[in-house]
């Protein structure tokens, strides 16, 4: 059985659509979109509805298809942030803390899911001392069904790597991003 966890993703699911704007479980506030790469931003909503999309001075807008789903392509973006994402259709969702990095997904095993909070005996220091607001973690659970695609993710949440939050991450994909990040900065 695999396990797979996710340190940041970002991939498509195909959803029924529905009459509301909705997006996907993985498009929340505080994601990471990758850095100097195109990257997609997608959801569902009535067909033939305009969607539009605001971030980082760009202004996207695209028209709802048949099957309910539409996507927009946000041009390469340096690293940095905080952001806003605007999605407008015929309500509007304001995405707060949107950061723009590096996305790394970390999956594997059973010790790629083992959390900050087993290894905090061992590491004391960081998890008092967990001050990586930038780093952020989304955990996708461990999901098999090969019978029946997912439409989408569970409902999760990008988490920083802070002391109230440090707990909850991989620990292995935190010490990985942790190296990563301080060879960077």
């Not at 966890?5 to 990758?34: C, H």
């Not at 790394?104 to 909070?117: A, D, F, K, R, T």
């Not at 802070?162 to 620990?171: H, M, N, R, Y």
């Amino acid at each position: 059985m695999k396990r797979i966890t996710s340190l940041l993703l970002s991939f498509w699911f195909v959803i029924a659509a529905g009459a509301q704007l909705k997006l996907p479980a993985l498009i929340t506030d505080s994601m990471v979109l990758q850095r100097d790469a195109k990257v997609k931003i997608w959801g569902w909503a009535a067909k033939g509805q305009t969607v539009k999309v605001n971030f980082n001075q760009q202004k996207l807008k695209t028209v709802v298809g048949k099957d309910g789903k539409w996507f927009v392509w946000l041009t390469p973006v340096k690293a940095g942030g905080p952001y806003t994402l605007e999605i407008i259709a015929e309500k509007k969702i304001i995405l707060k803390e949107v950061l723009v990095g590096d996305v790394w997904i970390c999956s594997g095993q059973s010790n790629m899911v083992l959390p900050m909070e087993r290894v905090k005996e061992k590491y004391p220091d960081e998890i008092t001392k967990a001050g990586h607001p930038q780093i952020r973690h989304y955990f996708i659970p461990t999901l098999t069904d090969l019978q029946h695609p997912l439409d989408d993710l569970p409902p999760g949440h990008w988490k920083s790597a802070v002391e109230k939050d440090i707990l909850k991450f991989s620990a292995t994909a935190y010490f990985f991003a942790k190296t990563i990040y301080e060879k960077r900065i």
